[in-house]
């Protein structure tokens, strides 16, 4: 199906806050997935800006060269890095301090306030790792920033084939947090169908298949355990489908070769790899050999430890820097020439996330985000508050919770919170406790617990 490329394009814009040389980039249709390395100089400006205004970097980032030649050796080399602890510790420490104060958008900001928001394009959006990294985490980033990664991901599509008026399928994990209500309204003229299913059964199969059919998407994304429920249903029902995408875009999970052939096969289309985090974007993606990522080096330094760990420095990002940032993903970093034609950084051999699911007493499938979700929801309630939390399912009927909070006050709301929303959702019986550490004694801690 076509919409009105001239309608996206502009609301593109108004959503990233005006026009300069990235977003022309992007829309101009010679768009390349991956520009050249960045100079030293840009390197420099990235650092000199978050040492000066971003306190957690003045404080603990080492003096570096001043020099552009010597300056991504430096990065390379240089004993520092920065944890989802360190940031999770204090986050508005790693804000520019000149938009620290600016106001937020979000969920449980009212409307009037994020009306008011959407309309300055420093104003903070609340972004939550409702994935399938370990803990929930908040980030703040500007409006600017945030359509900017959304552009990083229409250019990734761009150069896979996919054009502004084209349709765009998302799917995605909804539940107790998500809410894209307004935006789901504002990009649906524009072609953007946002499919957000708490869970998958045969019913969000079936609406995801009738939406499919009914806008016959060009390209779509999401996360591979999702696509591949859905493929399981259409060829247990023996659906046809009408129409077959141009590629698929997975991310946020790791998918086998075996998942990558099967969705290949029942969608009759290519798949293909985006390689990102909530915190730090999309770094690179596959190109049509599918032989690993090709790093945007512009934008992103990514590095090995000594340990095989992916590091990001994402030097495209002002307002909220990420130096050596633990990724929690391992991966080789390599230079190859590709066939492609492309040559510089490429990511091989990604160990991932894997999201975790369990069943209900249904036979619903339901993400470890749901319960992710439902944490953030209280922590912007009662101001982060929960500080670890546990989700024990102990069969398909009742779900045990372990809280670690900051302090009591409220402890009784929280739980009730909580256990209400598990109760109502889920169908499940369920039974939550405050503890003074819910670490084991090895210090060591898991979110989810499947008896
Ligand atoms: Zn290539």
Redesign the pocket.
Known sequence: MSYSSVFFKNLIKFLYGGKDEFISEVLNSNYKLMPSMPSGDKLLRFLNSATKHVPYYRKHFPRYPNDPQKIFDFLENVEFRVTKNDVRNNVYDFLDERIVNNRVIGKSEGFINNVVGILNSQSLIRVNTGGSTGEPLSFYFTRKTSFGRILRVLATHKYWGWNEGETFLYSGQGGAYADFGMLQTIVKPAGIIIFLPDKLNERSCDRFISLYQKYKPKAMFGFPSQFIGYAHYIQKKGIQLDSSPNHIDVTGEMLSSTEREYLEEIFRTQVYQRYGGTEWGTVGA????K??I?VTENDFFVQNDSEGRLLVTTIAHNDFPLIKYETGDKGKVIY?E?????KGK?IVNIEGRIEEHFLNSDGDVIAASYFRQLVLLANEKYGNIIIRSQFIVEDRKSVLFLLQLVNKNNQAEIVKLLEENIKSFLKMSVRGEVKDDIRNDRKKFKFLIKI
């Open positions: 596959e190109c049509r050999n032989n690993g090709h190859d590709c066939e492609c034609g492309l490429k």
